[in-house]
């Protein structure tokens, strides 16, 4: 009988080992995944700038990061009003662009995440601000 209680909680220890195993303390990254973050600016700030003190970005508030993983798998992350963005990835090699009409300057065009890794990416992306096309030929005054 003896053996019978001690292999019953022998059992019981397991199956309770067993359910703490998948626990996940809150903030704590997924087994097998890593955290991707960084900060997203634009430039041009406006469409024209003096050429001794060009704006050098601003903050790129509510931009969609897109990441697409090797098997297709899309995740999204949207940038902060300081244009920050934070997002947890599978453990993988990711291809990064950005949503919409904007196009990326510099920063990563892929990211390898590491488990329980974190990878900075940092992007400027063109704001798409352009000055007016000059005049076609010359200019002439207006006569009275």
Known sequence: MRFLIVSAAALASCVLLGACAG??????????????SGQVTVVPCAPVEKADAPCQGK???NIAMIFTSS???QV?????????YAVE?????????IKGA?????GPSTVTVEAGGS???NYVVDSGIRLPAPA??????PSD
């Open 102 to 106: 904007m196009r990326v300057i510099s």
């Open 119 to 121: 990878v900075i990416a």
């Open 23 to 36: 626990y996940r303390f809150p903030g704590a990254p997924a087994s097998g995944t890593g955290t991707v």
């Open 71 to 73: 098997s297709s798998e």
């Open 89 to 97: 990835l599978k453990a993988g090699k990711w291809t990064v662009a």
């Open 76 to 84: 999204i992350a949207q940038t902060d009003s300081a244009g920050n």
């Open 136 to 141: 076609a030929g010359p200019v002439s005054p």
């Open 59 to 61: 903050p790129a508030a």
